[in-house]
């Protein structure tokens, strides 16, 4: 099936057509690791899992490598480690462990190679070293910046002229730089910091640089795609672009994919305003990961996505969906099958989540309302599958249900072995009663020839 993929260096939707279908490449920049990432944060790491698993649907599971980075030297990263008195690595890899438990809980797969900025230093080295050779970078006390005038191109990605950028130059590094927007590749060493040796000064990277670096060491460039966060087009990206393409004289990523915003009760999420919450928090507060996926993927990759209380009780609603079809045909056999084209279509038409999210819905109902064995064995192999491709319905049902009461799951459980016990014993007052008990508990007994399962009601 032909990708489709809103390319923001293009300003188009493109068919995407990668440079060697046996080797896709995508890098996506990935979390600094100094404190828990925010649910923002997630966006991009589950936004570009789907494409993931979809580049490998589409062309093979071995075809696709995928690197996703840490940046684990950085400013904050500094101040962390000097306030508490640890080397930066105790803080980092903590950090880095939290973040995989915690995108493992999302049904986030694992990227085919996770490089660490601290251990491709030497790469970024050569890149700056060629950079300064070639004029595009120079050396001052304070460090070795880009600069921006030594680039014609600089700026296309995000769409700013040079004139624009002098106006509006960020001031980012020391005062000698030559000009405001020139930008820093590698900051000279400061007493009490790490630092690398390099030919031009010991010191440490700026943050751009790693990124480029890093695809370039792991990957090759140029690479096929090359995603993250609205908010990186302007400087990162676009620095990324200028260093890259400057050393080496190529593309360094054919398709650069942005998701939108995420905001918190229509509210920018920031520290200073209090309403950040973390994935962490959420699934200490109960939610099951798979309800935080879908909430994330609700809305399309590319529009803001405001984030509240009853996106995720949707989440959740939309799941039990799912999983209550599942727990019904819980005896069935599902039969070998691909997920169905119009589900696969809509993830290819620029991973249009809504669409695909309305097609497992309709293939919950397909599974609902199937009443030979045959056609509930293949809607229960349809549904499994496309919901495999979106990263859901992983958790076995009759737990799904269970975890959501938490404790009062137990009693729950007792309930319905006493009400399977009255009916037995054809005591229908005493079922009866306790039928509506568990109602009152929002909960939907469904009784089949192999027992009584229960799930919460709809
Ligand atoms: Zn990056």
Known sequence: MQIQLTNTLTRRKEAFAPADPSRVTMYVCGPTVYNFAHIGNARPPVV???????????FGEQAVIYARNYTDID??????SLERGVPIGDITRAVEQAYETDMGALNVLTPTVRPRATENVSA???????????????????????????????GKLSGRSQDELKAGARIEGEDDKRHPSDFALWKMAKPGEPQWQAPFGAGRPGWHIECSAMIESELGSPIDIHGGGIDLIFPHHENEIAQSESAHGHALAHVWMHNGFLTMD????SKSLGNIITP???????????TIRWALLSAHYRAPLDWNEDLLKQAQASLDRLYGALLRLKDVPPAQAEAPSAFVAALADDLNTPVAIAE????????????????????????????ALFGVLQDDPEHWFRA???DQAAEIDSLVADR??????????????LRDELAARGVEVMDSPSGSTWRRKG
């Open 75 to 80: 400013d904050k990263i500094i101040a962390a």
């Open 404 to 406: 959501s009461f938490g």
């Open 48 to 58: 570009f899992d789907l494409l993931f698993r979809l580049l490998r649907h589409t």
């Open 124 to 154: 970024m080295v050569e890149v700056i070293a060629k950079l300064i050779a070639k004029g595009t970078a120079y050396v001052v006390p304070s460090g070795v910046y880009f600069s921006v005038a030594a680039d014609a191109d600089y």
């Open 360 to 387: 497992l819905s309709a293939l919950a109902t397909a599974a609902n309302i199937a009443k030979k064995p045959a056609e509930q064995s293949k809607a229960k192999g349809e549904l499994a599958a496309a919901a």
């Open 280 to 290: 962490r928090e959420l699934l200490q507060q109960g939610w099951h990961g798979e």
């Open 266 to 269: 229509k509210e920018k999420m």
């Open 420 to 433: 399977v016990a009255a009916r037995a014993a054809k005591d229908y007052a005493t079922s009866d009663r």
